[in-house]
């Protein structure tokens, strides 16, 4: 099966501080994503990688960067964090997309790790 | 761009009731469409999925079909249990082409709750 693990599940951080979030994934997958997940928002895509030290923004990227320094490993780091960064962050990782608009391959989610900013 | 549409919840049944929750789309190509579920305290899972007009997606019970004509991709069952209380969200594969083709865009939830 394939695993998607986060750093931790509960974190809560001061404003100010900066704070990393860490994802691993165990299926040698090209791609992977960060999401944050807010109630009555749902998930909104934050940043995506297609492989090793690429990125690219997805739609809520400010406040936010990322690091993809090795294939199973991507970072979110808020640089400083403030009380509207307050949420569920949600990592997923799926294998190279290849294919035209009928394509698809499945995303795999990690637990989420909530995060609160005092 | 593409968009997802889902009813709102929260939606509470009594076990055994009929669940619909219904989700509607836009986009510009032919997107996949998927429901994903979230249980309490976990990430997502893919329930179901189709990925070209007219297909059935089922899985654990849950069905919904990809009606191109009405843009929906509602998702049934006919029995609900109290294992099946979660968060499900609809989403489509963004046909854009660019550097997010193939990305989901999500819903934004519907929470159901099963009673005993």
């Known amino acids: 099966d394939v695993k998607v693990t986060q750093s931790s599940r509960y974190l809560v951080k001061r404003t100010g501080e900066k704070v990393f979030l860490e994802c691993v994934q165990d299926?040698?997958?090209?791609?992977m994503f960060w999401y944050r997940q807010d109630p009555g928002l749902g998930l909104r895509l934050i940043y995506f990688?297609?492989?090793?030290?690429?990125?690219e923004k997805g739609d809520i990227p400010e406040g936010y960067s990322v690091s993809r320094e090795k294939k199973e490993r991507f970072s979110l780091i808020l640089e400083s964090a403030s009380t509207s960064q307050t949420s569920m962050y949600l990592c997923?990782?799926?294998?190279?997309?290849?294919?035209?608009?009928?394509?698809?391959?499945?995303?795999?989610f990690g637990p989420g790790t909530r995060l609160t900013v005092l | 761009g593409d968009s997802v549409t889902q009813m709102e919840g929260p939606v509470t049944l009594s076990e055994e009731a009929f669940l619909t929750i219904n989700c509607t789309y836009t986009?510009?190509?032919?997107?996949?469409l998927f429901w994903y579920v979230q249980y309490p305290g976990e990430g997502l899972q893919l329930l179901l999925k189709?990925?070209?007009?007219?297909d059935k997606g089922s899985n654990k019970g849950f069905e919904a079909t990809y009606r191109k004509e009405t843009t929906s991709f509602h998702l049934e069952k006919g029995s609900v249990q109290v294992s099946d209380s979660a968060v499900y969200f609809c989403?489509?594969?963004?046909?854009?082409?660019?550097?997010?083709?193939?990305?989901?865009?999500f819903g934004k939830g519907t929470k159901l709750s099963v009673k005993p």
């Open positions: 986009a510009t190509g032919y997107p996949s």
């Open positions: 989403a489509l594969s963004d046909t854009n082409y660019g550097g997010s083709q193939g990305n989901l865009i």
């Open positions: 997923a990782s799926r294998s190279r997309f290849t294919g035209g608009w009928s394509s698809y391959n499945e995303q795999f």
């Open positions: 189709a990925t070209k007009a007219d």
């Open positions: 299926m040698d997958h090209e791609n």
């Open positions: 990688s297609y492989d090793v030290k690429m990125k």
